[in-house]
């Protein structure tokens, strides 16, 4: 089974940086992709950087050129380094390990912006 555990959310203001941490903990899963999902209050949660196996790279439009997702493959660790923050990033951020088998969830870090 994959455990997934995310850090590094916080306070910061408009124009500031922050880097969230993803670790994926089990072996032999057969990982297919990692990614960041936000959700804000009353809206869906919506996927904000992918990063498959092979290292192809999906952002959304919203955070192309602001938000940089990579990678510890050995450590099965996933980065979101987050520039430029906006007001309206702030929401709560989860990891997502996709595998073979199945899927797992972070439990969130939740990440603020203020004007």
């Known amino acids: 089974q994959v455990q997934v555990v995310e850090s590094g959310g916080g306070l910061v203001q408009a124009g500031g940086s922050l880097r969230l941490s993803c670790a994926a903990s089990?072996?032999?899963?057969?990982?297919?992709?990692m990614a960041w999902y936000r959700q804000a209050p009353g809206k869906e949660r919506e996927m904000v950087a992918l990063?498959?196996?092979?290292?192809?790279?999906i952002y959304a439009d919203s955070v192309k050129e602001r938000f940089t997702i990579s990678r510890d493959s050995p450590k099965n660790t996933v980065y979101l380094q987050m520039n430029s923050l906006k007001p309206e990033d702030t929401a709560a951020y989860y990891c997502?390990?996709?595998?073979?088998?199945?899927?797992?969830w972070g439990q969130g870090t939740q990440v603020t912006v203020s004007s």
């Open positions: 990063i498959f196996s092979g290292g192809s790279l």
């Open positions: 997502n390990v996709r595998y073979i088998s199945g899927s797992a």
């Open positions: 089990g072996s032999g899963f057969g990982l297919i992709h």
